[in-house]
C-alpha cells in the first residue's frame, strides 16, 4: 500500500540551513507536498513538486525529488525561530485528485538561537 | 471567506457517546475530507468526499460515519466514541483540480 516516511525530529541553529527528508512508496503520486504545522493549529501548504519536476525553489525553499529513489527532501535556507513547526510531507495517492492525501508522521524543526 | 471552520474546537466524551464534528467550507470547494492526527503517527485519512452526495471510506473509517447532503457542509458522527477515538480532527477541502487542500483548525477530541 501507500506509505510515506519521515525522520521524527531535527534541530538546527538560527541561520543554519534545514534539510528535512521524506520517502514514498507509490510511484504514481502526482504531487508532492510539504505542508507546515505550528503549534496549536492546522496545516499550511508550504509548497509542491508535480512528479515530472526534480526541483522547485520558492524564496527561502528548495524541494528536491529523486523519483528513482523516490526521496524527497525539503530545504529551508536560513532557518529561523519561526521556521520552528511540524512538516508533514505528502502525496497524492492517486494520479486524478479526489483530495486524499498520505501523509508522512511528520518532522518537528527545533531552531534554537 | 472565512475558509474552513470546525466545531466544536475542544471536546471532552465519556465512552459511549455519540456526537457529531461539524466542518463546514464556504470556498464552493467539491472535495472534502477528514483526518485524524496522533502523535508519531501523521494525519490519517477517515473518509472523504467529492461531492455532494458520494462518500466514500479512508484509511481509518471504523467507529465514524460521515454525510454530504450540501457542498458546504461534511459532518463527521462517531456514534459510539471510544478511547481509541481520543485524538485531533483535522477537516480539508479542495477545489477541482487545484493541488492545494485548505484545512480548518481542528478540534481536540478526548474520550474518557
Known amino acids: 500500500g501507500e506509505d510515506v516516511e519521515q525522520s521524527l525530529f531535527l534541530s538546527v541553529r538560527e541561520g543554519d540551513s534545514s534539510v528535512i527528508n521524506c520517502t514514498y512508496t507509490?510511484?504514481?503520486?502526482?504531487?508532492l507536498y510539504w505542508y507546515k504545522q505550528e503549534p496549536g493549529a492546522g496545516l499550511q501548504l508550504l509548497t509542491y513538486i508535480f512528479s515530472n519536476m526534480d526541483m522547485k525553489q520558492d524564496q527561502r525553499l528548495t524541494v528536491l525529488l529523486n523519483k528513482k529513489d523516490k526521496h524527497l527532501s525539503l530545504r529551508i535556507a536560513d532557518t529561523q525561530t519561526g521556521d520552528s513547526a511540524i512538516y508533514f510531507c505528502a502525496e497524492s495517492g492517486f494520479s486524478s485528485n479526489t483530495g486524499k492525501l498520505i501523509f508522512g508522521q511528520g518532522t518537528t524543526l527545533q531552531v534554537k538561537p | 471567506n472565512a475558509g474552513v471552520t470546525q466545531t466544536p474546537k475542544f471536546q471532552v466524551l465519556k465512552t459511549g457517546q455519540s456526537m457529531t464534528l461539524q466542518c463546514a467550507q464556504d470556498?464552493?470547494?467539491?472535495?472534502m475530507s477528514w483526518y485524524r492526527q496522533d502523535p508519531g503517527m501523521g494525519l490519517r485519512l477517515i473518509h472523504y468526499?467529492?461531492?455532494?452526495?458520494?462518500?466514500d471510506q479512508g484509511e481509518v473509517p471504523n467507529g465514524y460515519n460521515v454525510s454530504r447532503s450540501t457542498t458546504e457542509d461534511f459532518p463527521l458522527r462517531l456514534l459510539s466514541a471510544a478511547p481509541s477515538q481520543t485524538s485531533v480532527y483535522f477537516c480539508?477541502?479542495?477545489?477541482?483540480?487545484?493541488?492545494?487542500?485548505?484545512f480548518g483548525p481542528g478540534t481536540r477530541l478526548t474520550v474518557l
Open positions: 507509490d510511484s504514481s503520486s502526482t504531487y
Open positions: 480539508a477541502s479542495s477545489y477541482g483540480t487545484s493541488v492545494e487542500q485548505f
Open positions: 470556498m464552493n470547494h467539491e472535495y
Open positions: 468526499s467529492v461531492g455532494a452526495g458520494i462518500t
